[in-house]
């Protein structure tokens, strides 16, 4: 693409791939239509992979508290 000074810019050229980039981008997050199904899924397995670290913590922090009972008598 030419400037008007004459020079090769290549401004546009930037721009389509910034603008490639970015539908790409958008064309991933629809995840082909099926984002509905999808994104749900991906925020199921989160939850669930957060409760099972959670329950963990809880876990050790009660198990920890009764052997402490436990060797106190």
């Known amino acids: 693409m030419k400037s008007y000074s004459g ?12 603008k490639s980039l970015m539908n790409q981008f958008f064309e991933w997050l629809a995840m082909g239509g099926y984002s509905l199904y999808v994104w749900p899924a991906y925020g ?8 099972n670290i959670l329950g963990i913590k809880w876990q050790r922090t009660r198990t920890r508290k009764k052997l402490q009972r436990w060797f106190k008598r």
């Open 7 to 18: 020079r090769e810019s290549n401004h546009g050229l930037r721009f389509n791939l910034r």
């Open 44 to 51: 199921l397995v989160c939850v669930v992979l957060g409760m």
